[in-house]
């Protein structure tokens, strides 16, 4: 994997700004979680590996380079397969466009099946798709789609390698794609509604023929003990580790945080620095979802609704209070806090992935009926993102990296210039 990954690096320095060979780009979603990082890396050394063509074949991280800081589970993974960060290859460092335009990029998608707005310029470079989300791609004959409701893509993506091409499987890249799938169908335990007879037949394949592999429960623990491990971090920086946004009449960030939202909602100056966060960034409405476990690592799952509309706030709330798709069992809990409506949620299965169609059939139904209040109207500056399964923490045991106010303004920034949906 890493002469493969060293190869990528070389010839995009040596021929992306000249003409040369077309890249077949293997892209995850903007959440860039330990899934798409994986299926990108993995699925691209299968085509590497199987395509015999002058064409390059190299995974694309779907973030900027400062961003990985962010995704410290990442970087853990890499760092326990053996990786360096330094060969990947980062959204700002490939310019996609220009290849498309001078007809040298094809680009497969993993653990998305549709490009967000700020990319549909590029769609007329999908050549294949691989995801494990709802479907919303337009069927075409010639961009084969495959999509199948499974707890991880690297699920899909290990069928693929063991159905193709099961001799370039080695104990890395089974390391990777094994701990993308644990993570993803959390511990393989059914009752977190997460894995399906499909993730767990190909896990045990893993483990049967590797078993090296780090004890499934070990390795769990190690990712799940890096996801919730938000020590050092302030509230801005704890809102963009693992925020997604959706907009239509309303722009509004979803953020999962990795604490009790009780403990949260005691941060001193929290209303304060949730305005400043809204204003800097153009969000109308804050969706809080904290997921924390009791003893016995039953998931606790909580709700906030921060807004200053009063109108909003409220409408938003109630329109959860009311879903029915699926229900998410709300009960109001006690808030110190005016502008917050907070929650217990009952149904635990309900993870961001399934709040953010019930969000985005509110702003639909919303559209042109004035609920912005006495928010401030503008047209929305952040780019869709696609529902993924939650993007996981890192373990910080070298120290929390550094990461300043210049990088979380650029990454906003970069996100804001790429235009809202």
Do not use: W
Not at 175 to 189: I, W
Not at 252 to 273: D, N, P
Request: net charge negative.
């Amino acid at each position: 994997m890493e002469e493969f990954l060293s190869s990528c690096r070389r010839a995009v320095q040596v021929n992306s700004d000249q003409p040369g060979p077309q890249f077949h780009v293997v892209m995850g979603n903007e959440a860039c979680d330990v899934d798409s990082m994986v299926s990108a890396l993995a699925f691209a050394y299968f085509l590497s590996k199987t395509v015999h063509s002058e064409m390059l074949a190299l995974p694309l991280l779907n973030i900027h380079q400062s961003d990985l800081l962010l995704r410290s589970d990442n970087l853990f993974l890499l760092r326990q397969t053996g990786l360096s960060p330094d060969l990947l290859l980062f959204r700002d460092q490939l310019d996609l466009r220009a290849l498309h335009r001078a007809g040298r990029l094809q680009l497969t998608l993993v653990d998305h099946n549709v490009l967000p707005s700020s990319d549909s310029d590029l769609e007329g470079a999908v050549v294949e798709v691989i995801d494990h989300h709802l479907l919303e791609r337009e069927p075409s004959p010639s961009c084969p789609v495959t999509v199948e409701t499974v707890g991880s893509c690297a699920t899909l993506v290990t069928e693929r390698i063991v159905q193709k091409a099961p001799q370039i499987l080695d104990q890395q890249l089974a390391q990777l794609l094994y701990a993308a799938v644990v993570l993803d169908c959390v511990n393989m335990a059914p009752a977190a509604g997460k894995v399906t007879p499909k993730d767990s037949q190909y896990a045990a394949m893993l483990e049967t023929r590797f078993p090296a592999l780090p004890p499934r429960g070990a390795l769990f623990q190690a990712l799940q003990n890096a996801k919730f491990d938000v020590s050092g971090l302030n509230t801005q920086q704890m809102l963009l580790k693992d925020m997604k946004a959706v907009s239509g009449s309303l722009n509004v960030a979803v953020s999962v945080l990795y604490i009790t939202l009780e403990e949260f909602l005691q941060r001193a100056e929290l209303e304060a620095e949730l305005s400043g966060f809204c204003q800097k960034f153009g969000f109308d409405l804050l969706l809080l979802m904290t997921i924390s476990f009791t003893e016995s690592k039953e998931p606790i799952r909580e709700l906030a609704v921060f807004s200053h509309s009063a109108t909003c706030r409220e409408q938003v709330s109630q329109y959860l209070e009311q879903a029915r798709n699926p229900a998410l069992n709300l009960c109001p809990i006690s808030s110190p806090h005016p502008h917050i409506i907070a929650y217990q949620q009952g149904n635990t299965l309900a993870s961001r992935k399934k709040l953010l169609p019930i969000i985005k059939d509110f702003l639909k139904e919303q559209d042109g009926d004035g609920c912005q209040g006495d928010a401030e109207e503008e047209e929305s500056q952040v780019p869709p993102t696609p529902m993924n399964s939650l993007v996981e923490g890192c373990p910080l045991d070298d120290g929390l990296p550094h990461i300043s106010a210049q990088d979380l303004e650029e990454k906003v920034s970069k996100m804001a210039a790429r235009g809202g949906n």
